[in-house]
């Protein structure tokens, strides 16, 4: 029987059977789309990460200097303004650095008031994470310098505290300080679950002042060359340390390193769905073998009489493997037809960006290969032994 033959004989035999079919393709249907699902939406939040660590500006030439020797820090911070300014002065291949002060104030206006975090920076921050002005102008080095009472609000703010009004050139209450509002920022919504739009904008030096500390929340540093970002951690740390009298209390981050830690939990979630998809696909290789020996003993006359007329134990052997290869890869392109459509919807609904991942349709066929393989075999076999006598009188 050539392959041609086979395969038409197998089609004849799943359009006979339909229902008992699809019933059994089930179990590779579910395994199958498993992978395709829980691999895309693991890619998808890489893909989320990266572009979003991106889109602010940390690419792989940033470095990120923590307080502490771990994260959460067990001690308080001892990173100051004067240490990013050290940083910038004497590490070579350091272009830019971004002290970060975080604190949190009601802010009032007339009879409005809301508790929102304040933020200090330097007058490079919206340059060096791509974030803009709506209104007005984002204080300059001038303020910063002379710690003057000016702040910029994001969006959520002056929308709470002045409707549609324009805050611009107004004065608001922080704590106890009134300051001159000079801008209000873009809307940008929500950043790894922190909300930007509910900020307030201050001169780090002024809300060193407003927060009477002077502990940064972390240091952004940008280096000239993303090969030399080793180089530079060292300079960092060898000027850090020169200032906090030899104590390592600070630790780095950069863009590789959050991106292997995502690769971690994707490689463990990857390994959670492998065994899930396995256990489906064995239920579903023992449910075509089952029904192949029930289709072997339903076609016994069958095999006998094609015995009979010339018919070789290859012939019948190549039947009924195609029969259980057939059955196997529709299995297979139906969970990937499904986990493609059902990846698609889930990760439409959680905002995520829709990758379906060209690895993991390669393994669900090939994976649908062996299934077919390893659970046809042994009826094929069985098949292929029957004695043409005794399957002529088989009733």
Known sequence: ?????????????LRANRMRSFLTVLGVVIGVAIVILLTSMGE??????A??????????????????????????SRLTYQDALEVRRRVPGVVDVMP???????????????????WGVTPNYPGLIGY??????????????????????????????????????????????????????????????????????????????LLDTTRLLEIVAWTSDPDAVGQVKQGIRDVLLSRHKREDDFHFHTQGEVMSVLGKVTSALT???????????????????NIMLVSVAERTREIGIRKAIGARRKDIFVQ??????????????????????LSVAVLSLINLPVRVTGWAVVAAVIASGIVGIV?????????ASLDPVHALRYE
């Open 375 to 383: 659970s046809g075999v042994y009826p094929a076999m069985r098949a």
């Open 51 to 76: 572009n979003l660590v991106q889109s602010v500006g940390f690419g792989a030439n940033v470095l990120v200097i923590h307080p502490g020797k771990m994260d959460p820090p067990i001690e308080a």
């Open 100 to 118: 970060v002060m975080l604190g949190t104030v009601k802010a009032r206006y007339g009879q409005k008031s809301r508790m929102t975090n304040v």
């Open 320 to 341: 009924f493997l195609t029969e259980a290869l057939l059955i196997s890869f529709l299995g297979g392109l139906m969970g990937i037809a499904f986990g493609a459509g």
């Open 132 to 209: 803009r002005t709506r209104q007005g102008a984002f204080f300059d080095e001038a303020d910063n310098h002379r710690r003057k009472k000016v702040c910029v609000l994001g969006e959520k703010v002056a929308t709470a505290l002045f409707g549609r009004l324009s805050p611009v050139g107004e004065r608001i209450r922080l704590g106890s300080k009134k300051f001159l509002i000079v801008g209000v920022m873009e809307q940008k919504g929500e950043m790894v679950g922190f909300d930007i739009d509910d900020v307030i904008f201050l001169p780090v030096t002024t809300a060193s002042d």
């Open 1 to 13: 029987m050539n392959p041609r033959d086979a395969f038409a004989s197998a089609l004849d035999m």
């Open 44 to 49: 998808s939040a890489r893909t989320y990460v």
């Open 271 to 289: 390994t959670f769905v492998a065994a899930i998809a396995a256990i489906s696909l064995v239920v579903g290789s023992i449910g075509i073998m």
